[in-house]
């Protein structure tokens, strides 16, 4: 549906850097106008593009999307395929206007499994963008937290990592994101509070926002107002807020 483009002030707002986005609830909202589940997913993906759009727009200059997990092959295998046609879509359609936009498309996940013409379109994308620097758009493709994990144990096997060497920083250069930061602020949409097995290693300091709009009814305005909820969090990293820090320091000076 058509909306009015409102005027959303930024210059107050902080702005994360990397966003990661949880997009679920497109069958539950095909479901409430009587339309099957590929009719969600098909929303899904119109709104994926208007997301974008707005981060550019907000400056956030890495947006990680769920696409598909590991765990979502076991859903009917006529939903696979439709989802997998849908992908196929997007990316032959989808990928010369993100190239011209400036967009960086990179692919989270395990692309063995996945169809050989899907793989080749995934990696032709990756290679045309490589480049690009106006937003970084991950795409988590077949991607599950737990197996990326496993994958990293693996791949430092088969190199010999001496136990002694593996540091937080080694065990994230293993990971898909690599050397990426991790992600500021994870939304997951449609009202579930769970993360499931989405960025289990890079989520551990995120800000996490949950929103009761399913993904496809999830807009610029939408996202206006997580960034807004995520200008207010005071990010502590186990340590005191700036302002505790100072009357700590001056407590401590004061009782010396
Ligand atoms: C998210 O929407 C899309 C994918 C998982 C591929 P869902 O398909 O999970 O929608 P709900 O949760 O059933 O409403
Ligand atoms: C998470 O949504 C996966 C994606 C959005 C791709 P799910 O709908 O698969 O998650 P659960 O089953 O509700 O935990
Ligand atoms: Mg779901």
Redesign the pocket.
Known sequence: MFRKKVELDTTSLKIPEHVAI???GNGRWAKQRHLPRQAGHRAGVENLRRIIDACIEFNIRILTI????T??WQRPQTEVRGLMRIFARVLNQEVYELHEQGVCIYHLGDLHGVETHLQEKVRDAMELTKNNTRLILNV?FNYGGRAEILHAVRQMMADNVHPEDVTEKLFSHYLFTADLRDPDLLIRTSG?S?I?N?LIWQAAYSELYFSPVYWPDFGREELYEALQDYSHRDRRFGKLSAEEDEVEEEEEVASD
């Open positions: 949880i997009m679920d769920y696409a598909f997990s765990e979502n988590a579930e769970r499931s989405f």
